[in-house]
């Protein structure tokens, strides 16, 4: 079977506009996290959110079509590019792939709600002015899937070209899928984008409605605190995450910077509630992704950090930290964090994200801080790395991620080994 390596990243997110500035930001705690400005909150019980600031689509597209995109798919875009290039198959002057590979390069995408606020406009103008004044660009911009259209299109990749709509869990299972397009393959090489913006008044009205969200208005720095006692919900991110995931032999042969290798994933589904987890479909998820490293390097990963899912929901942190006590067997847990309480829950651009500041602290030698810990919730009893980055030796690393409907993912990045 094929191996699979990262070698291209990007994001953008309320911490930064690029991975360095991203990265940089959550190591040293630096909270994006901040009272809404992108609508008028004002009444609303949830005031904060992780807002992407002074974004400008017209930098990454052209003005006659950021009309035709949703903001989910203008942030995709920006990431997409930055993943790209950074790969070394385009350059900021040629943005197209070349002709000889682009049959063999997909792209595949995960977004949890798609064009929200595209959605949730044209609803309303739909209502008070008529079904004429509708935009005709109303569904091709809020189209969960467009976020792969749009930039198959402005990258030339003519492989599959997929989306994943499975919640807070979609760009994990977008990763996941590319993995295993290329170990079977279907192509050579797959660029993976995550992609959310559904901070607009309905979905926060949504969320809200349902009790997930933090109400601490009044100091929204503080307000994402995962597995602190006193956390009360998660608070809202947007952003996105890139990856450009290739054959490993391909990247040797044109000399491509390797971040990691990709040597195991899992997924699973808890059939049990749509919102509420349970234990076992977080541990069945990590324990698949753990049979598959085995299967390729033939024994069981030592696990050096967990990039937890940790939104800073009350049941959500106890039941994770319970499934990674569990895989472990409460011997050896290796080191976790969560980065939500810097950048919010991104939603489906999650695991893009996390997985890219998971690469890097895998590269960089320091994990990430869980920050916002002042009271560690006793039945939250594993090492969090509170409030202050560490630098550790990382050799092997995972990261979760989970959504309503119960669906689970899970991947484990390795340093690349000859």
Do not use: W
């Amino acid at each position: 079977m094929r191996r699979v390596v990262v070698t291209g990243i990007g994001t953008i997110n309320s911490t930064g506009h690029n991975v360095k500035d991203s990265f940089e930001a959550v190591v040293n705690g630096v909270c994006g996290i901040d009272t809404i400005t992108l609508f008028d909150a004002s009444e609303f019980s949830v005031k904060i959110a992780g807002e992407v600031k002074d974004f400008d689509p017209t930098t990454v597209m052209d003005k006659k079509e950021v009309k035709k995109a949703d903001r989910f798919i203008q942030l995709g875009i920006k990431a997409a590019l930055e993943a790209m290039i950074d790969s070394g198959y385009i350059t900021q002057e040629n943005k197209k792939v070349d002709a000889s590979i682009a049959d063999r390069f997909g792209m595949i995408s995960g977004s949890g709600i798609g064009g929200l606020s595209t959605i949730e406009r044209n609803s309303v103008v739909c209502e008070t002015k008529g079904s004429r004044k509708v935009s005709p660009f109303f569904i091709p911009s809020s189209l969960a899937n467009m976020l792969s259209g749009f930039i198959s299109i402005e990258h030339n990749l003519r492989g599959p070209s997929l989306a994943h709509v499975t919640a807070c869990a979609a760009s994990t299972h977008a990763l996941n899928d590319a993995v295993k397009t290329i170990m079977i393959g279907g192509a050579d090489r797959v660029l993976v984008v995550g992609a959310e913006s559904a901070v607009c008044a309905a979905g926060v009205a949504g969320f809200a409605a349902m009790k997930a969200l933090s109400t601490r208005n009044d100091d929204p720095k503080k307000s994402s605190r995962p597995f602190d006692i006193d956390r009360d919900g998660f608070v809202m991110g947007e952003g996105a995450g890139a990856l450009v995931v290739e054959d490993l032999e391909i990247a040797l042969a044109r000399g491509a910077k390797i971040y990691a290798e990709i040597i195991g994933f899992g997924e699973s589904g808890d059939a049990n509630h749509i919102t509420s987890p349970v234990m076992d479909g977080p541990l069945r998820a990590m324990k698949a992704a753990f049979e598959m490293a085995k299967n390729i390097t033939g024994e069981y990963p030592k696990i050096d950090y967990i990039n937890a899912h940790g939104t800073s929901t009350p049941v959500g942190d106890k039941n994770e930290t319970a499934a990674i006590k569990a895989l472990f067997d409460g011997k050896d847990i290796p080191l976790v964090s969560s980065t939500k309480g810097q950048i919010g829950h991104c939603l489906g651009a999650a695991g893009a994200i996390e997985a890219i500041f998971t690469i890097k602290a895998l590269n960089e030698g320091i994990i990430p801080p869980t920050i916002n810990i002042d009271n560690q919730d006793p039945e939250c009893d594993l090492d969090y790395v509170a409030n202050i980055a560490r630098k550790a030796n990382l050799t092997t690393v995972m990261s979760n991620n989970f959504g309503f409907g119960g669906t689970n993912g899970s991947v484990i990045f390795r340093k690349y080994i000859k």
